[in-house]
């Protein structure tokens, strides 16, 4: 009799084991994280509208003391593209690409530059800044391409307020942008306005 409830324990005290072990449940297991690339911060690009006027004074019929000059003028429109890195909020660098073939026939323009921007944050959305840098500029009315010093100055402003300095997201921008000044024996003036939406990683 001692026996048989000895073994009738048994029985029980296993059942009882088997039944319990269901009821653990394992400890979760950490996901292993996959690096993911992404784009480095500063990184931006834009484009838009450009309105440019030039002013050629080259030798020709006409006399104006003693020397012969003929003013031709030009007004065209085209579009802007730019890209660039901010190294932090107060410097970058960016590469500019301009063509203008509407408006005054035989007045095109083309413009590809490099420029230091230095930059003065206004506050968290608005920026104001300097263009710096050299460029080559192609203007059809002379069949003049020079290259040499480019300078500029703009603003802009971002939608979203920076993040330790760092802007983010959409914004928009306007700049005066002078490519040219002389080219050769040619007095060769021309000013550009450059409107767009740029976009900052």
Known sequence: MKRKSLFIAAVIAMTTAAQAGKDVVPAPVEPIPVPVASVPLGLFFGGGL???HSECK?????????????????TTYGINLKAGYNYNEYIGVEAKYIYTPWGDKD???KHYGIYLKPTYPVNENLDI?????????ECESVNASQSGFAWGAGAEYTFKKKVEGKKDGLGVYVEYLRPLKKTGNKNITIDMVNAGVSYNF
Not at 58 to 74: F, H, P, R, W, Y
Not at 129 to 137: D, P, R, S, W
């Open 107 to 109: 007045k095109t323009l």
């Open 50 to 52: 450009t309105y440019a």
């Open 129 to 137: 800044y300097a263009l710096i840098g050299y460029g080559k500029t």
């Open 58 to 74: 080259c030798d020709s019929l006409a006399l104006t003391n003693n020397k012969k000059v003929k003013t031709d003028k030009g």
